[in-house]
């Protein structure tokens, strides 16, 4: 097929659908103004012509881009993968597609692609947790650019979120242990600092240890990646201790894993030699031999809220800032039980 000699325009796609150019705009923008009938011929006629929106010259002109700029820390695991994917469903529903940039766990890198996402104009801004720089907040006010954070709640927020508690949630996964009688309990965690999900789990786990005497060694407080193998390498070196945990408490799902491969590693049996219990609930986790207990976030329901708050911040101006707060619960699977210790009394 030969290719065209020149790209299709809004009056061509228009003059093959039989139809007014506004109204292939007003398909484009406000489809629900068209009748399904008109809105099949104006899609018949973009495929047949491969006609293309110009939304650069859109945004130019004051109009909306229909992109909202996505910022990750991460897109190597499955950590915000179904929080991302409901995101994008909820807000393609609306006629939005997402630009979707990582910054690699740097807030200053995280900085400097929040302004390119603005240099092309996106509608809105959704990040994730709430540790940011005073730059990257001070920019999304100066732009009045609608913009949310996903995956975590916090009551005094300077902007709008929708997520889990995550003090609750480390707390929930300690408390499991201790009401198995878990007393000498690892915190495998990975660094705290620009990570507020990661610091909140792990102060709500440390405080309910204290709340029950259980003192955590510093030999027993592990630093790791986000990455099962550097979680398996560090958490054998944990095990292989003289005087081993009874059970790890990990700060997310795939270090979890990563410590689950560990014990087996070694010999040990999980989770009669070494409970371990994660965080997040990811998929896969109740897949894995055994199946992960873990306190589950909900990612799904927490990505179609954001999604839908963020197209009516979009519709209406960016408005006051709005807090929602979703529910952690403990999903008791196969990697957890009483100390066996306990078990032969």
């Not at 659908?17 to 099949?40: G, I, Y």
């Not at 400097?112 to 990257?136: M, N, P, Q, Y």
């Not at 087996?264 to 009669?272: A, F, W």
């Not at 909900?298 to 197209?311: C, S, Y």
Request: hydrophobic share 40%; net charge neutral.
């Amino acid at each position: 097929m030969d290719k065209q000699s020149t790209k299709a325009d809004i009056v061509a796609v228009a003059k093959a659908a039989k139809v007014s150019a506004s109204t292939v705009s007003r398909a484009f923008n406000h489809p629900d103004l068209v009748r399904p009938t008109t809105r099949k011929k104006i899609e018949r006629a973009v495929e047949k012509l491969g006609y293309i929106r110009n939304r650069a010259a859109q945004a130019m002109h004051g109009k909306r881009s229909g992109t909202i700029g996505v910022l990750v820390p991460t897109i190597n695991h499955a950590i915000f993968a179904e929080v991302i994917q409901s995101f994008s469903d909820a807000v393609d529903e609306a006629g939005f597609t997402i630009l979707l940039a990582s910054h690699g766990f740097d807030l200053e890198r995280e900085y400097s692609i929040l302004r390119k996402f603005l240099e092309h104009r996106v509608d809105g801004i959704a990040l994730i947790g709430l540790d940011h720089r005073d730059a990257t907040f001070n920019l999304i006010d100066q732009q009045d650019v609608p913009a949310l954070a996903i995956w975590n709640y916090d009551a005094g927020s300077r902007i709008s979120c929708i997520g889990a508690e995550n003090t609750q949630a480390g707390r929930l996964a300690a408390q499991h242990l201790i009401d198995l009688g878990h007393r000498d309990i690892a915190l495998v965690f990975p660094a705290t600092e620009e990570n507020d999900r990661a610091r909140g789990r792990l102060q709500g786990a440390r405080d309910v240890l204290a709340e029950n005497n259980c003192a955590v060694s510093d030999d027993w407080q592990v630093e790791t990646l986000y990455s099962i193998a550097h979680a398996k390498r560090d958490c054998v070196r944990l095990l292989k201790q003289p005087n081993r945990p009874s059970a790890l408490l990990c700060g997310n799902d795939v270090i979890a894993q990563g410590a689950v491969y560990a014990a087996h590693q070694i010999g040990l049996s999980v989770p009669r030699d070494v409970s371990i219990v994660g965080i997040g609930d990811f998929k896969g986790s109740g897949d894995i031999e055994p199946a992960l207990t873990t306190i589950s976030i909900p990612a799904d329901t927490i990505g179609a809220l954001a999604g839908k708050q963020m197209v009516e911040s979009i519709a209406s101006g960016a408005g006051p800032v709005q807090r929602v707060k979703c529910d952690v619960t403990c999903i008791v699977r196969d990697t957890t039980a009483p100390p066996y210790s306990e078990l032969l009394q």
